[in-house]
């Protein structure tokens, strides 16, 4: 049956924030993201029905808003009531009549071998180094570099254990240039990263 949204959304807004840290786990900036589309959404509607979200896709388009923009607050839409069924066993979800906009992906820029040379080139410490390995030999994103934990590498396979996006697990390669760079730097004194751990670690090897 049709909600109350707006006294919905006042009484679910920290839990619905809640929900997206936990069970979703997603960043601060998603979240921020996501509440703020809700936010929009409400205050362009005073309902959360079929014909209401049909209503807000069409005035999103009649105002320009590019296919991403609105694939993604749709998509928020679906998550929100995703949510209130979590929490309310007799929520009866608004049928989603609209199809998400199929948005265009751009092929990722990437850097040339002489770039690579020229910024490797800047490596003066073991950390720089093996995130440079990490990255270009490992093909890793940025975020999951910094969320490495030395107990996810396997030195004697050359394997280490990442989480990629939608926290989705997956095992990575590695070749000698990476866990020589490993060593490296769980043998240097200056470490920040991969975790704080004792240099007797059993993982540093011979």
């Not at 509440?35 to 509607?45: E, N, P, T």
């Not at 020589?180 to 540093?204: H, N, P, Q, T």
């Amino acid at each position: 049956m049709p909600i109350k949204p707006v006294l919905y959304m006042a009484v679910t807004l920290t839990p619905f924030k809640n929900y997206l840290e936990v069970e979703r786990r997603l960043s601060k900036y998603s979240v921020d993201s996501y509440l703020y589309s809700m936010k929009s959404y409400f205050g362009f509607s005073s309902e959360l029905t079929s014909e209401s979200i049909t209503d807000y896709n069409q005035y999103m388009h009649s105002k320009g808003f590019s296919r991403s923009t609105v694939s993604l607050k749709l998509s928020v839409i679906k998550v929100y009531i995703q949510f209130l069924k979590s929490i309310n066993a007799s929520f009866i979800a608004p049928l989603f009549k609209v199809s998400l906009p199929k948005v265009a992906r751009s092929l990722p820029k990437t850097l040339t071998e002489s770039e690579v040379v020229l910024l490797a080139g800047g490596v003066t410490n073991s950390r720089d180094r093996l995130i440079m390995e990490l990255l270009y030999n490992c093909g890793l994103r940025e975020s999951e570099v910094i969320d490495i934990q030395v107990a996810n590498i396997d030195l004697v396979s050359g394997i280490v254990r990442v989480l990629g996006k939608g926290n989705k697990e997956r095992m990575v390669p590695f070749t000698e240039s990476v866990s020589l760079a490993i060593k490296g730097y769980l043998l240097d004194s200056d470490r920040k990263f991969l975790s704080e751990i004792a240099r007797e670690s059993d993982m540093i090897g011979p």
